[in-house]
């Protein structure tokens, strides 16, 4: 099946720092891309869509100036979380379908934030 | 937000017996999945029905859909502890969209 990855698979940073977690799909060009996120014990919650070469769309209650996303190129979208704060740590997971084929998604392993 | 709210929310079983998820969504949808997560990492896909498909099968794995009642079920048969994990439903609304996920189903599995 298709792959997507994400790197890093783990990040711990500081209080007010920015932090970048890539998404990359492997083997197929993607124009969308969708950004969750899952907090302990909870299920994943759409963050934003990701549209390349246009601006993301951001799901209600998600600070558009916060989590930046840039989707530059079909096989790659960045999440940046910027001025990171204890509240964000969570894990960031991204998912992407192959472009023209809207049967499924294929989702990335996931990075686990820890603001300190 | 969130489409879909499984239940019950967790179950306990010894291996071998069944276990059964059920997971409700609001609106109309087009396709309808199933996840497994294992704590702390990634997503498992385990299978796909259609909108207009009513039972399909995988291995030990037996999804239905009942889009009149909105809702869905996962039977695990003969189950083992390495089933023990969260299962969640996800729906998509139209093609290419984002999937919407239920709160999960965790299921421990004893020996």
């Known amino acids: 099946g298709a792959v997507v990855s994400q790197h890093p698979s783990r990040v711990i940073c500081k209080s007010g720092t920015s932090v970048k977690i890539e998404c990359r799909s492997l083997?197929?060009?993607?124009?969308?891309m969708f950004w969750y996120r899952q907090f302990p014990k909870q299920s994943l919650m759409l963050m934003a869509t990701s549209n390349e070469g246009s601006k993301a769309t951001y799901e209600q209650g998600v600070e558009k100036d916060k989590f930046l996303i840039n989707h530059a190129s079909l096989t790659l979208s960045t999440l940046t979380v910027t001025s990171a704060h204890p509240e964000d740590s969570s894990f960031y997971i991204c998912s992407a379908g192959p472009s023209g084929y809207q049967e499924t998604q294929y989702f990335g392993p996931g990075t686990r934030l820890l603001v300190l | 937000s969130q489409q879909g709210e499984e239940d019950p929310q967790a179950l306990s079983i010894q291996e071998g017996e069944n276990a059964t998820m059920n997971c409700s969504y609001k609106t109309s949808i087009n396709n309808l999945q199933w996840y497994r997560q294992n704590s702390g990492r990634g997503l498992v896909h385990l299978i796909l029905?259609?909108?207009?498909?009513r039972e399909k099968h995988s291995g030990r794995l037996r999804v239905t859909l009942d889009t009149s009642k909105k809702s869905s079920s996962l039977l695990i048969t003969a189950s083992r502890a390495a089933d023990t994990a969260s299962y969640f439903c996800a729906t998509d609304l139209t093609a290419g969209t984002a999937l919407i996920f239920g709160k999960g189903t965790t299921l421990s599995v004893s020996s």
């Open positions: 083997d197929f060009q993607a124009t969308t």
């Open positions: 029905i259609r909108s207009n498909e």
